[in-house]
């Protein structure tokens, strides 16, 4: 539209316009589907959800963070904002999970600034990482993408302020179905 060159032009402008028409939460839902990759090998770090390096023990101490989430329930299709309260860290493993689920499931997108996507089981978008040691504080917000379940969920993440002071298991409240 504003582009008119004429190779990358066709390219920018189909999105665009399909976003103008289309409810922006249909084409988040598309978003995670196409990512939806049916093969592919299980990270180990995505179920037990620890650091790779060896012989490093994770805190015994409470953990400073708590995860919030702006919604106590959940409805596929609409995302879900995720928070990690407390001192800033500069690892982390994010995920979400049904009650005695040992799989992550839904989907991240959007990574913010210095985080990633992890591929879990073939899926490139079920957790989300570091993609640096760079400090994230309580202003870095995560979106999750509920799946089409009812199960309860809840978010679950080790949060590491250096590399060798983590914590494991630290959990949101439960979301029920809404
Ligand atoms: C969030 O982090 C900022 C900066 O570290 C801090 O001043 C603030 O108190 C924190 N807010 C909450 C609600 O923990």
Redesign the pocket.
């Known amino acids: 539209m504003l582009n008119s060159s004429s190779h990358g032009s066709r390219v920018l402008y189909f999105p665009f316009s399909r976003m103008e028409m289309l409810p922006g939460l249909f084409i988040l839902q598309v978003l995670c589907l196409v990512n939806a990759y049916p093969n592919g090998a299980p990270t180990g770090a995505c179920e037990d959800m620890l650091p790779r390096h060896m012989g490093i023990l994770p805190q015994s101490s409470p953990a400073p963070y708590t995860l919030l989430s702006n919604m106590r329930t959940y409805r596929p299709g609409t995302p879900i904002t995720v928070t990690i ?1 407390g001192p ?1 860290y500069r690892g982390v493993l994010l995920e979400a999970r049904t009650l005695g689920g040992l799989y992550a499931l839904g989907c991240w997108m959007f990574p913010p600034p210095d985080t990633k996507l992890l591929q879990c089981a073939g899926h490139p978008n079920r957790a989300v990482t570091h993609a640096n040691t760079n400090l994230k ?3 870095t917000a995560y979106l999750w993408m509920p799946p089409d379940i009812t199960s309860p969920v809840y978010f679950i993440a080790t949060v590491a302020q250096q590399r060798t002071v983590f914590w494991v298991d630290v959990r949101s409240t439960i979301l029920t179905r809404g």
């Open positions: 309260m800033a504080g309580n202003s």
